[in-house]
Nanobody, 123 residues
Framework: QVQLVESGGGLVQAGNSLRLSCVASGRPFGRPAVAWFRQGPGLEREFVAAITWGGSSTMYSDFVKGRFTISRDNAKKTVYLQMNSLKPEDTAVYYC????????????????WGQGTQVTVSS
């Protein structure tokens, strides 16, 4: 069974940075695309960023472009989300998701999910 575990969340002041990590473990997983989603209080889950297996293609939601960077280290089975210039509206639980057949922004298309890590940005 494949497991995804997020880490790196916490409480930060607006304008600061955090780096989230998503580590895959368990049975061999092939070459999945990985995405980050987030769900703020009282809000629906929304797409943040995604990256292909080789890292040659990435995509971002408009509200994080220029501030967040997704990257991966396949040797470490880890995908990162570097978040700079954080804003209070970035407060949410951040989830990583993976899938062997899909790369994009639709959460329902990802078959594997982590449990999430809380990010809180104070003003």
């Amino acid at each position: 069974q494949v497991q995804l575990v997020e880490s790196g969340g916490g409480l930060v002041q607006a304008g600061n940075s955090l780096r989230l990590s998503c580590v895959a473990s368990g049975r061999p997983f092939g070459r999945p695309a990985v995405a980050w989603f987030r769900q703020g209080p009282g809000l629906e889950r929304e797409f943040v960023a995604a990256i292909t297996w080789g890292g040659s293609s990435t995509m971002y939601s408009d509200f994080v472009k220029g501030r967040f960077t997704i990257s991966r280290d396949n040797a470490k089975k880890t995908v990162y989300l570097q978040m700079n210039s954080l804003k209070p509206e970035d407060t949410a639980v951040y989830y990583c998701a993976a899938d062997l057949r899909y790369y994009g922004g639709e959460s329902t298309r990802y078959g594997y999910w982590g449990q999430g890590t809380q990010v809180t940005v104070s003003s």
